[in-house]
């Protein structure tokens, strides 16, 4: 009835209900704005004040080169910032990442270097180690009922004592310089035509998908966002990859490193928010006894989420190994772990659970990883980088206590 | 009303027995489709009990459950769900940080391929709430910021998706408004109207009054009486619940009655009134 062409389609006028008037619609799609895309706007506009201040003290932070740099340092971060995800939001901790991550890469580099293996059956021996440690520890949370901040406060003792045995007297084990996997993360880049022409399909295609869902909506009488929305959204991301990899091209180009990584934190995301697997974490982050209720196997979604995060830890270990070129007693260790979580909330991850914005662990890796990388420049030591970071990190989480304190005092 | 029919659901001998408790004794309850059957009785008296009996939580250690005219075993809250009957928990069980749609839908998502079909679950969503003339202000909102008597209607709401024949609700006026319970009631109202058996169990007399046809009683376990709403004062109803000849209020009117008899005959009839 409603002509999708000429903007939000008006449901049937039924007298007894407020569902679906155009103002209801409008209401509606503003407060999915708000709630929704719009929630990152914080993180973007501390990401730009981050850029301003560092590159007003060293005008070679924004140069090409540094930012290849920048996107090969993220990587592993980010991977681990997924996994971190996942497990804060069924409001629990995973406190053993970074040993996990360590482990693997001792795993990689024995498995590798001293054994022999092909370098794609060390990673995946790597990997495979994090799934059973993951694993282990869910399982223990999940059906012996110790909190997980037990089980991962003692897997972080244990799996970095494994850590140690792996390694055993050599203390640290360099992968060959020329080998597969040193080439893979550290000298591995896009090329030049494909970056640009993925920097096109991507804006295509989320306005054709966009498009598409809006034109469903509309058979189905439901309100839509008014058409430019996507095309404005659509038109922004074009200029904006654009942008960014005729930059990057000025130097390397965009590492295959980072394009893994930010293909994990978008899988993760529609897994998170389009899958009835996603819906689930939701729904045990959110209300436990609602999801039981419902009829979701809640140690099912324990066990198998503290498995992926474990997983995705070996293989952000993995990632910052073979980048590195070695592995050595601390690897994983450090601010590994606390740079993952700090990553995590600064994305938008709440600590109670339930709660998560999009794109949380790229949003989050780059703030951290931009003022990590700022500092160096800078020649600052770890002493301000730990107290900046921290700042950070406490001013994230106090924005995002004052937005939800504001949500919840006008109610509706 | 229900007279000649065969009730939808239909309880009989029920007994049930916790340790050395014994929850509920001999009960019968019958539901008849397009019926609202409050379900009475003071705390304690068992009604919790029997819920969790039909809903399949707590099946009974005697007793026949027949359901459509079959008789059926209820051991677990799957085997009644697969029956058609539905509960609607005093906690509603519902997930603050998801929206209208996702809560509706909790457990039982609609697919379209590998991902889940949004559009298709907010149009039945938009079409259920309009259905039951819900007045809710937009089914994306977040669970979180809906008012009490909004969450209960996405609670019972969500009871609906199953198409169930029977309808549980536990307390579902508790701790709302005059507004918000008006609100509840007319919902009730509607569930009667689509042809399901509506079980109710409430405290609140005015509510009961207001929407039931049945009223069942349960005094210590075991049926204390069972009255036509229209034909019972809210009075007759309290001294089912409470036991008419033994209970305090009625101690106390004989006990003043037999003081002031000895003390002054004269004014033998005077306390009924005050009491």
Redesign the interface.
């Known amino acids: 009835m409603a002509d999708p062409a000429t903007g939000p389609a008006v449901?049937p006028p039924?007298p007894?209900?407020?569902?679906?008037s155009p103002k209801?619609a409008v209401?509606?799609w503003l407060?999915?704005l708000r709630?929704g895309d719009i929630g990152s706007l914080p993180i973007i506009i501390g990401l730009v004040l981050i850029v301003i201040v560092f590159q007003s003290l060293n005008p070679t932070f924004l140069n090409a080169f540094n930012l290849v740099n920048l996107c090969l340092q993220i990587a592993a971060l980010g991977i681990m910032a997924t996994g971190i995800t996942l497990v804060l939001m069924l409001g629990e901790i995973d406190l053993s990442i970074g040993s996990v991550s360590g482990l693997a890469a001792a795993v990689l580099l024995v498995t590798h270097v001293d054994h022999g293996l092909a370098p794609l059956l060390a990673v995946l021996i790597a990997v495979l180690v994090g799934t059973l440690v993951g694993t282990l520890q869910g399982s223990i949370f999940a059906r012996v009922g110790v909190p997980s901040f037990i089980v991962t406060l003692a897997g972080l003792l244990i799996w970095q004592g494994v850590q140690l045995r792996v390694l055993g007297e050599q203390g640290t084990i360099n992968l060959p310089p020329a080998g597969t996997l040193v080439r893979w993360a550290q000298f591995s880049f896009v090329p030049r035509w494909l970056a640009i022409a993925l920097a096109v399909l991507v804006p295509v295609l989320y306005l054709v998908f966009s498009l598409l869902?809006r034109h469903?909506?509309a058979s189905?009488?439901?309100p839509v966002t008014p058409l430019w929305l996507p095309i404005a959204v659509a038109v922004i991301l074009l200029v904006l990859l654009q942008l960014i990899v005729a930059k990057l091209y000025l130097d390397r180009g965009v590492p295959w490193t980072f394009v893994f990584m930010v293909l994990i934190v978008v899988f993760f995301d529609?897994l998170l928010r389009?899958?009835?697997y996603g819906?689930k974490i939701?729904?045990v982050?959110?209300?436990i006894?609602?999801?039981r209720?419902?009829?979701?196997n809640v140690d099912a979604i324990r066990i198998s989420v503290f498995a992926l995060c474990s997983t995705l830890a070996a293989v952000s270990g993995v990632v910052a190994a073979m980048r590195l070129g070695f592995a050595n007693q601390q690897s994983g260790g450090g601010e590994t772990l606390i740079n993952a979580i700090a990553a995590a909330v600064i994305g938008g991850t709440s600590l109670f659970g339930?709660?998560t914005r999009r794109y949380a662990p790229l949003l989050g890796a780059l703030v951290i990883g931009a003022i990590a990388n700022g500092l160096e420049l800078l020649s600052l030591s770890s002493d301000v980088r730990l107290i900046v970071t921290g700042t950070v990190l406490l001013a994230a989480v106090v924005i995002d206590a004052l937005v939800q304190r504001s949500?919840?005092s006008h109610?509706? | 009303m229900s007279g000649g029919r065969e009730p939808i659901l239909a309880l009989r001998g029920i007994s049930k027995r916790f340790g050395a408790v014994q929850a509920l004794t001999d009960v019968d309850l019958d539901v008849y489709a397009g019926e609202v059957v409050a379900l009475v009785g003071d705390n304690g008296a068992g009604k919790s009990t029997l819920v969790k009996v039909i809903c399949g939580v707590g099946p009974p250690d005697a007793g026949t459950i027949t359901f459509a005219g079959r008789e059926v075993r209820v051991d677990s809250?799957?085997a009644a769900q697969e029956l058609g009957i539905a509960t609607v928990?005093q906690?509603?069980?519902?997930?603050?940080?998801?929206d209208v749609v996702?809560?509706l839908f909790?457990?039982?998502?609609l697919?379209r391929g590998?991902?889940?079909d949004?559009?298709?679950m907010?149009?039945r969503s938009?079409n259920l709430?309009?259905e039951l003339?819900?007045?809710?202000?937009?089914?994306?909102?977040?669970v979180?910021?809906?008012?009490g008597g909004q969450r209960q209607t996405v609670a019972i709401s969500r009871s609906l998706l199953g198409d169930p024949r029977v309808v549980l609700l536990d307390e579902p006026t508790a701790a709302l408004g005059v507004a918000q319970t008006a609100q509840v009631l007319n919902l009730i109202e509607r569930l009667r109207d689509r042809g399901l058996g509506v079980v109710l169990i409430s405290h609140n007399m005015v509510d009961v009054q207001a929407v039931a046809d049945r009223v069942a009683v349960l005094r210590l376990g075991r049926n204390n009486g069972e009255f036509r709403v229209g034909e019972v004062t809210n009075e007759q109803i309290i001294a089912a619940i409470t036991g008419a000849t033994q209970n305090v209020v009625s101690e106390r009117v004989a006990r003043l009655r037999e003081q002031t008899a000895g003390d002054d005959p004269l004014a033998a009839g005077g306390p009924e009134g005050g009491a």
């Open positions: 449901p039924t007894a209900t407020e569902i679906g209801e209401g509606g407060q999915t709630t869902t469903r909506r189905a009488e439901l529609w389009r899958t009835a819906r939701f729904a982050g959110g209300n006894e609602a999801a209720r419902a009829g979701i339930g709660r949500r919840t109610g509706r | 809250p799957h928990f906690d509603l069980a519902l997930c603050d940080n998801l996702n809560n909790l457990g039982r998502e697919r590998a991902a889940l949004e559009v298709e907010e149009r938009g709430l309009r003339s819900a007045r809710i202000p937009s089914v994306r909102l977040p979180a910021s809906l008012s």
